[in-house]
């Protein structure tokens, strides 16, 4: 089945340093890609995602590339902020007719240092 | 509310004892995932809802799990004879769902929840 990791487990910048979170998955039929952001206490929430048919999207402070070859996807946050911080998850999703689901990185904690 | 609800947000119970707990999507939302999270880790695929069918429920650890949405719209969760390796946030979340094999832009895209947090003592 589909496996997906994901590094580093935990992350610490400055303000204002950039952060990259890195993914690795294992099935080549994976065409879905989002990324979570998840607070204390909170259920995740959707900040950025990217299909297969896409190389790279950006949103602000956030992007997101794909590599189908390498089967490997990577979250960029610039110019972080103490409000980053938080754990955010990848997941890669493999929809196909009426079945399909998330399958979720181990997590990185970030940690924004004022 | 335009989210995802679930209730309640805490749920304590014995072991041994039978629970249930509420999802209530995003209205005209025809899928609807269930996951658990342990502490520490990633959200973890329990049963996928297509309409009022569970289309895959392959993540059901076993038996004692069980899920419903029998008008298509608020799903329940239920674990009989708790035991406390249950001890878990659960997870719903929602997405718009689509035809059938084809994929489309806004399908995919999942909304979680608050999650109830279950603790078996």
């Known amino acids: 089945g589909e496996n997906v990791e994901q590094h580093p487990s935990t992350l610490s910048v400055q303000e204002g340093d950039s952060a990259v979170i890195k993914c690795t998955y294992s099935?080549?039929?994976?065409?879905?890609f989002p990324w979570y952001k998840q607070e204390l206490g909170k259920g995740p929430q959707l900040i950025i995602d990217i299909r297969s048919n896409v190389g790279e999207k950006k949103d602000q402070r956030i992007a997101v590339t794909l590599n189908k070859t390498a089967k490997h996807f990577s979250l960029h946050i610039t110019e972080t902020q103490p409000e980053d911080s938080a754990v955010y998850f990848c997941a890669a999703f493999r929809g196909s007719g009426n079945t399909g689901k998330l399958i979720f990185g181990q997590g990185t904690t970030l940690q924004v240092k004022p | 509310g335009a989210g995802v609800s679930q209730t309640p947000s805490n749920k304590v119970t014995e072991k041994g004892k039978y629970v249930e707990l509420r999802c209530d999507p995003i209205?005209?939302?025809?899928?609807l995932y269930w996951y658990r999270q342990s502490l520490g880790q990633g959200p973890e695929f329990l049963i996928y809802?297509?309409?009022?069918?569970?289309?895959?429920d392959s993540g059901l650890p076993n038996d004692r799990f069980f899920a419903v949405r029998p008008e298509g719209s608020v799903s329940t969760l239920k674990i009989q004879r708790t035991e406390r390796g249950d001890s878990a946030v659960y997870l719903c979340?929602?997405?718009?769902?689509?035809?059938?094999?084809?994929?489309?832009?806004?399908?995919?895209?999942?909304?979680f929840g608050p999650g109830t947090r279950l603790t078996v003592l």
């Open positions: 209205s005209g939302h025809t899928a």
């Open positions: 809802f297509q309409g009022t069918g569970a289309a895959d």
């Open positions: 979340a929602s997405s718009p769902g689509g035809l059938a094999g084809r994929l489309r832009a806004s399908t995919d895209t999942q909304y």
């Open positions: 099935d080549s039929a994976s065409n879905y």
